[in-house]
Nanobody
Framework: VQLQASGGGLVQAGGSLRLSCAAS????????MAWFRQAPGKEREFVAG????????YYGDFVKGRFIISRDNDKKTVALQMNSLKPEDTAVYYC????????????????????WGQGTQVTVSS
């Protein structure tokens, strides 16, 4: 599967952005999907994940109810709605896909993900 992330940009603190990830290829509905982010000088960290059916979601602790991940298997897309953005949310955001053979919760470990998009920059000004 190939992934293309979009929707990043510059926003003021407290604002919102919606990231989107479009997938190409077959069997999109057999992948758990996730968003990770990487700030300069920091490790890539898990932001949010969603199971292949969309029935289960999981978030990094720092999200604290501000972000919502969703997917549309018919359109082969996954989105991340980000609200109440903070300057510390500034990073390159990546979507990722994890092939799973059964219904499982999304993994939070970077190494579990097989496919990655190119990243989209999110900058939050104070």
């Amino acid at each position: 599967v190939q992934l293309q992330a979009s929707g990043g940009g510059l926003v003021q603190a407290g604002g919102s952005l919606r990231l989107s990830c479009a997938a190409s290829g077959r069997f999109f509905s057999r992948y758990n999907m996730a968003w990770f982010r990487q700030a300069p000088g920091k490790e890539r960290e898990f932001v949010a994940g969603i199971s292949r059916s969309g029935g289960s979601t999981y978030y990094g602790d720092f999200v604290k109810g501000r972000f919502i991940i969703s997917r549309d298997n018919d359109k082969k897309t996954v989105a991340l709605q980000m609200n109440s953005l903070k300057p510390e949310d500034t990073a390159v955001y990546y979507c990722a896909a994890d092939w799973v053979i059964s219904s499982t919760l999304p993994e939070t470990t970077r190494s579990e993900y097989d496919y990655w998009g190119q990243g989209t920059q999110v900058t939050v000004s104070s």
